[in-house]
């Protein structure tokens, strides 16, 4: 059974609640021993295929464009379908967010039992060229289109569904297509990194103060530190529950590690100059201030190795 697929929309991405939505057309060719079967079970033509990994049935909306299959010169059968449906993404990886590669995936796969390894044996073949299948409105914002992959595969579903005579009772064709995209990396980059650089920044120049305003110098990294964890829930309000750091999980990280040791600096030079008598403020003065350009550099080194990190993945 010969399968094609065009996607004319894709919307309404969430990542937190790994779903889509996409509408457009599909179509099914089958020779006339498909048709003999279909016939002699009374299969619905609805019932042919199901999209496996579509959500909330209530809001589907699936049309067939004619009543009954339309016979063609080479003596195939071919249905048209219209489809509208919400689709579960669950082979989403967030790893590298906000630079992430999504796969939003469309799955289409064999539906009445008689169709399955054990009986029919229908497979479907999705003989089609990757160019025909997207339509013009598949973009999304913030990321870029890159292409479609097209794979075959055989379901083998945990339970022959009350068969158990039959060995491949539970075993379905199915095809995927799977629609790709990468972020927009100045998007990303505008839209969650640049908050976190531009708190970095005031943690960089805070050293900068005279070692004698302690006041002033402890209130910087603790304000930065709160910023921080504010900014962090912010950007995961968009995020599902994750069991693993993602590469802006990993920045706020070494902010946080650098807002804390720039407070245990602050403290260490506060008491410093304090318990210094009045000959020695001078070198207690230049000692913080060696002290705060070693660390100055170490966080610039830092954020600029993460930063890089993150531009080589994306």
């Known amino acids: ?7 004319k929309n894709i919307y309404n991405l969430s990542l937190q609640d790994k779903t889509f939505a996409a509408e457009g057309w599909f179509w099914l060719t089958w020779p006339a021993s498909i048709q003999t079967l279909i016939e002699r079970n009374n299969i619905p033509l609805t019932e042919l295929v199901e999209l496996v990994n579509q959500v909330e049935g209530w809001d589907q909306r699936l049309e067939m464009d004619t009543q009954q299959p339309v016979r063609q010169a080479d003596g195939r059968y071919l249905q048209l379908y219209r489809f509208s449906a919400k689709f579960y993404d669950d082979q989403q990886a967030l790893q590298t967010f906000p630079y992430e590669q999504l796969e939003l995936p469309i799955t ?9 390894m054990a009986d029919g044996a229908v497979v479907l073949d999705p003989n089609q060229k990757p160019s025909e299948i997207l339509g013009e409105s598949v973009d999304l914002n913030g990321y870029d289109l890159h292409g479609i992959e097209v794979s075959e595969a055989i379901h083998v579903y945990p339970s022959s569904f009350g068969n158990g005579s039959q060995i491949h009772a539970g075993e379905y064709s199915q095809v995927n297509y799977n629609v790709l995209y990468h972020t927009n990396i100045w998007a990303a980059f505008y839209r969650y990194v640049l908050p976190w650089l531009a708190v970095m920044v005031i943690l960089l120049l805070a050293p900068n103060l ?4 302690n006041e002033l110098r402890l209130a910087i990294p603790s304000t930065a530190l709160l910023t921080l964890v504010f900014l962090q829930e912010g950007a995961h309000g968009n995020l599902p529950p994750l069991d693993y750091l993602t590469y802006l999980d990993k920045l706020y990280l070494f902010g946080y590690l650098a807002s804390t ?5 602050f403290v260490w030079g506060s008491n410093l100059i304090s318990r210094s008598e009045a000959g020695q403020q001078g070198a ?10 070693v660390y100055q550099l170490a966080v610039i080194g830092g954020a600029i190795c993460l930063m890089g990190l993150g531009l080589l993945r994306a």
């Open 1 to 7: 059974m010969q399968l094609g697929l065009h996607v």
């Open 108 to 116: 289409i796969e064999t539906r009445p039992p008689q169709f399955s």
């Open 210 to 213: 005279e070692g004698d305003l």
């Open 261 to 265: 040791v720039e407070f245990w600096l």
């Open 284 to 293: 207690a003065m230049a000692r913080i201030n060696g002290v705060d350009r």
